[in-house]
């Protein structure tokens, strides 16, 4: 009876917090605007599937296979900011269960639900699950990647060693295709092979080498054609100085300080009990397999293979990148995401060793998941605000104020480029589907569909004027927000937003609308957007009628 009861526990638990996980990434999961990456997500999938394909070879290939799975889930689900991201919720499902898996391999149940619990609060993870972007199934891919490694490296020798190394090589391609970066993960495993004597032999780093080399081999055209789109990325810059910051907080941290210092000062602590006792706990592991590290998933005192997988998984993949970056810019801090499995068990090996070393461990265990899970409660908190995004994008909130105010038939226009981005204001007409129906779109020139483009092109001002006088009565004009001097905002660790001073009121714009003849009769302030309304004027009775004065939006 026992056993048949066993595989529903084993189940029970990882489906419990890839549940949690889910719905911590839903609640108000759609309420923070969407900034320029996601508009980038719907704009890509919202066209055929020949043209997505056209898109893809065009750029952005190195997320197509993310885009493939998100248009499906929107074919039900539907292209809003909700929608998107509960795929990416569902990614955070996935993560947190493929951790709470890994750890159980390697450490144990109790160390495996501390892997859990820290994977549930984590603040990378707990962000991926509100980013309409492929990083929550990047974290699940790796994870899954060094599953099928240890899996593979534990049945050396036995019966099915081969179908193992096979399932580590497609778990490699996997996580490869869905991001370049996770090919890394290869350097990561051959670390922790040549560390221990019993896997630096023939008849484990043998099938390793062919199983990683074959994954990369069939991911090869992709990265091949990813290089011939490097232009995409060519904003990156190395961040000099600013490293160390994104290092210890952003990349694992989402710039949460209260996290990154509690969590680092567990890792302090438990590296200084880990300095103390010297090699005396990792002798057991010396005398047994990693297949043996955790015989019974009960209670096992060593942590050397968790410690191996995950302090390898976190940094030998960071390493490679980081030096690489200096030479060819390549580092971003969420573009490591997929190293937060590593994290995860290094993070939890050191809160089960302070436990430990406590008088009663399972409460001192306990008390220091509360610290960090208090901890995460900021961060998490302004990941669901309006304006966490990059630059404290607002470009949902202006495009809702839009469809709630216009009336069929109104004209919108589209700021051709404010000072802080490269592309017009349309992106949000593009990466928003059915925001702006009912209304006459003025100014587009192309189609980012037939011409396997993201975003469509924008014709100039200067025929705004012909337009506004032949066809509208009333427009509206999503335009840079008014400001008087400059803003500096970081969009992450190596890359900042200029927000030059503007103001609506004499711009090329208002000129034109108004040699239209339509005048501004109110403008609704956001964070960094602007709502301009204005409408054909009645016949002229005494002064002319001035603006109404501005409206500073709520966004709570």
């Known amino acids: 009876m026992a056993r048949a009861i066993r595989p529903r526990r084993t189940l029970l638990v990882p489906g419990a917090l890839a549940l949690l996980g889910v719905l911590l990434s839903l609640w108000h ?47 039900v689900f539907g292209l809003d900011e909700t929608a998107l991201r509960a795929f990416s919720a569902l990614g955070v499902g996935a993560a947190v269960a493929a951790c709470y898996c890994l750890a159980r391999r390697l450490g144990g149940e109790t160390f495996a639900l501390v892997a859990g619990v820290i994977a549930l609060i984590l603040p990378r993870l707990t962000w991926s699950g509100v980013e309409a972007r492929s990083y929550s199934w990047v974290i699940a891919s790796a994870a899954l ?3 099928a490694a240890h899996r593979a490296t534990s049945s050396t020798g036995k019966p099915g060693a081969r179908r193992a190394w096979l399932a580590y090589g497609a778990a490699l391609l996997l996580a490869t295709v869905l991001f370049l970066y996770s090919a890394t993960l290869v350097l990561a495993v051959a670390a922790v092979l040549v560390a221990d004597e019993r896997t630096r032999t023939r008849a484990v780093l043998k099938p390793a080498a062919i199983a990683s080399a074959a994954a990369i081999a069939l991911a090869s055209p992709v990265v091949f054609l990813a290089a011939t789109q490097r232009d995409q990325v060519s904003w990156l810059q190395w961040p000099g100085w600013r490293i160390f910051q994104n290092v210890l907080v952003d990349q694992w941290f989402d710039h949460s300080y209260a996290f990154a210092i509690a969590a680092w000062l567990v890792i302090a602590v438990a590296a200084l009990l880990w300095w103390r006792r010297g090699d005396a ?5 010396r005398n047994a397999g990693p297949a043996d590290a955790a015989p019974s998933g009960e209670s096992p005192m060593d942590l050397t293979w968790a410690l191996r997988y995950g302090l390898a998984g976190a940094l030998v993949p960071l390493a490679a990148i980081l030096l690489v970056s200096p030479i060819v810019p390549s580092y971003v801090g969420r573009y490591v995401s997929f190293t937060v499995p590593g994290v995860v068990l290094v993070l939890a090996a050191a809160v089960t060793t ?3 070393a406590l008088t009663r461990p399972r409460v001192a265990g306990a008390a220091l998941l509360a610290v960090l899970t208090v901890a995460a409660i900021p961060g998490y908190l302004w990941q669901h605000s309006p304006l966490s995004k990059p630059g404290g994008s607002d470009f949902s909130y202006a495009a809702r104020y839009i469809r709630d105010n ?13 000072s802080w981005a490269w592309p017009s204001l349309r992106i949000a007409h593009d990466g928003l589907p059915g925001m702006f129906d009912g209304l006459r779109d003025m100014g587009n020139d192309g189609d980012r569909r037939s011409d396997g483009k993201l975003w469509d092109k924008e014709k100039g001002v200067n025929q705004w004027a012909s337009w506004a006088a032949d066809e509208c009565t009333a427009a509206w004009v999503l335009a840079d927000a008014d400001r008087s001097e400059d803003d500096f905002r970081q969009e992450n660790g190596n890359l900042w937003w200029t927000f030059r001073p503007f103001r609506f009121m004499g711009t090329d714009m208002q000129v034109s609308l108004d040699y239209g003849g339509l005048a501004v009769v109110h403008q609704e302030q956001f964070h960094i957007l602007q709502v301009v309304h204005l ?10 009628p001035q603006p109404l004065p501005q409206t500073r939006h709520t966004y709570w």
């Open 29 to 75: 999961g759609g309420r923070p605007s969407v900034w320029f990456d996601e508009l980038a997500t719907a704009s890509a999938i919202d066209r055929s599937p020949g043209e997505l394909w056209h898109l893809l070879t065009n750029i952005d290939a190195v997320h197509g296979l993310y885009y493939w799975g998100v248009r499906t889930f929107s074919l």
């Open 145 to 147: 990647v060094l599953i």
């Open 281 to 285: 706990g990792s002798a057991r592991a």
């Open 354 to 356: 302070v436990a430990r």
């Open 406 to 418: 216009a009336r069929p038939g109104d004209c919108v226009f589209f700021q051709v480029q404010p």
């Open 535 to 544: 409408v054909q004027p009645p016949p002229a009775e005494g002064p002319d």
